[in-house]
């Protein structure tokens, strides 16, 4: 169906954030680092969900692209599925992203407190 299309979405945006943020001169070692670990999650994740959907014939090379979006009954199934599944897939990764923000900011900050000990 098109739950691939919220994780794209979502990674649109974040594409854009990092740009922006690189354009004002954010220093790339911190947020805009972290945030391209995000982005390309995202990408990655939505391009391999893509490539699944167009293997199982559910991406057409034609208008309008998915063979759920033909006619009203099989829309109404498919923007629920892109609500329920692919806001779901969106959310996870992005929280497990933020873990993974989370643990290597404590693992850096302990390298530091611990290199400072040792420096006595």
Do not use: Q, Y
């Not at 990655?44 to 167009?54: K, M, P, R, V």
């Amino acid at each position: 169906m098109a739950c691939f299309l919220v994780p794209a979405a979502e990674a649109a945006v974040v594409t854009v954030v990092t740009k922006i943020a690189e354009a004002k001169g954010v220093p790339a070692d911190g947020f805009i680092k972290k945030t391209k670990w995000l982005t390309n999650t995202l990408w990655g994740g939505s391009a391999l969900l893509a490539f699944e959907h167009a293997w199982h014939g559910e991406i057409i090379p034609v208008f309008p692209f998915l063979t759920n979006a033909v006619n009203a009954a099989d829309r109404a199934e498919m923007f629920h599925e892109m609500a329920t599944v692919g806001v779901t897939m969106a959310l996870l990764i992005t929280a497990v992203w933020g873990v993974g923000v989370a643990v290597t900011h404590s693992m850096a900050k302990k390298a530091g407190k611990s290199t400072e000990v040792s420096g006595r």
